[in-house]
């Protein structure tokens, strides 16, 4: 864990912005050849204040010049539902199927690869962008996990950098690899291709 992960809000909240303000985050410096994707992780407790530091980061990044486009996950399936005419569907059978048959049931109409991804990007076509927010991540679980996300975006987010802000911890083991482990309980599998944004120097 980074030790800036256990500093005050207010403390991140300057580290983040100084980074993705910066040139060296922008034009992608300091991370070799890999896909520009950074995770920022935080304790679930800290999710109203999260949501709060991530709009204020939008509002200020702006006045700066750069602009985000932010993608909401919970959002995003909520409305790739309507868009298919089955959101009022799955309201009415949600009280009368079991738990593993709901996430079965979402996990099919909103596979990562197949909707999910495409959806995503074509709002990064459709948008004037210099960095992509994700969130919504906790409340998305289980039927989208954060690593398929993360996998099946690689190949179509590389231009830009990539900011998911996850409610966890992204760790690195020289024994079990990275993992990002969701409410810092939850192994939501192996990921090892994101930095830890805490870590990234301005």
């Known amino acids: ?75 995003l399936t909520i409305e790739l539902l309507q868009e298919r005419d089955i959101f009022e569907q799955i309201l009415e059978v949600e009280s009368s199927v079991s738990k593993e048959e709901l996430k079965e049931l979402l996990q099919n109409v909103l596979d990562s690869a197949e909707h999910l991804i495409p959806a995503i990007s074509k709002k990064l076509q459709d948008s004037e962008f210099h960095i992509l927010f994700l969130s919504g991540v906790g409340e998305v679980f289980p039927y989208i996990r954060s690593h398929n996300v993360l996998n099946n975006l690689q190949s179509r987010a590389k231009d830009k950098p990539t900011v998911m802000f996850f409610p966890g911890k992204y760790t690195h083991s020289l024994e079990s690899g990275a993992s990002l482990d969701l409410f810092g309980l939850l192994q939501d599998d192996k990921y090892y291709r994101a930095f830890n944004i805490y870590e990234y120097k301005v």
């Open 1 to 75: 864990m980074s030790s800036l992960e256990t500093k005050p809000l207010s403390e991140r909240f300057e580290h983040l912005l100084s980074v993705m303000s910066g040139n060296r985050f922008l034009q992608k410096q300091g991370i070799g050849n890999e896909v520009p994707f950074f995770i920022c992780p935080y304790q679930p407790k800290d999710s109203m204040e999260m949501e709060q530091i991530q709009k204020q980061l939008i509002k200020q990044l702006h006045q700066k010049g750069v602009h985000v486009l932010e993608i909401n996950l919970y959002d």
